[in-house]
Nanobody, 124 residues
Framework: QVQLAESGGGLVQAGGSLRLSCTAF????????AAWFRQSPGKAREFVAA????????NVASSVEGRFTISRDNATNAVFLQMNNLKPEDTAIYYC?????????????????WGQGTQVTVSS
């Protein structure tokens, strides 16, 4: 099973930007579609964005569409989440995960290889 590690989180003011990275270990990331989810205190983990194995198609939650972009570089076994115009409601722990079926599903249970997450805090 692939193992994933997230990085790039931090504290940013509203309107600012962050770029999250997710690196895969143990298996080539190119064999999986990938997704970002996030979880705020007291809330369920929610889908943010997903990308196919090739990177040619993406699926983005309406709450972040137009502000967040998911991309990948299979040569370096990495997936990225560029977050622009951040809002306080984007504050959460962000997780990446991999789907061996290659789909860009929003269903959390379809994913594996969850990392420890990276904290994103947006101040108002």
């Amino acid at each position: 099973q692939v193992q994933l590690a997230e990085s790039g989180g931090g504290l940013v003011q509203a309107g600012g930007s962050l770029r999250l990275s997710c690196t895969a270990f143990g298996r080539p990331f190119s064999g999986y579609s990938a997704a970002w989810f996030r979880q705020s205190p007291g809330k369920a983990r929610e889908f943010v964005a997903a990308i196919t194995r090739s990177g040619k198609r993406t699926n983005v939650a309406s709450s972040v569409e137009g502000r967040f972009t998911i991309s990948r570089d299979n040569a370096t076994n990495a997936v990225f989440l560029q977050m622009n115009n951040l809002k306080p409601e984007d504050t959460a722990i962000y997780y990446c995960a991999a789907d061996p079926t290659g789909l860009t599903t929003r269903i959390l249970a379809r994913y594996e290889g969850w990392g420890q997450g990276t904290q994103v805090t947006v101040s108002s």
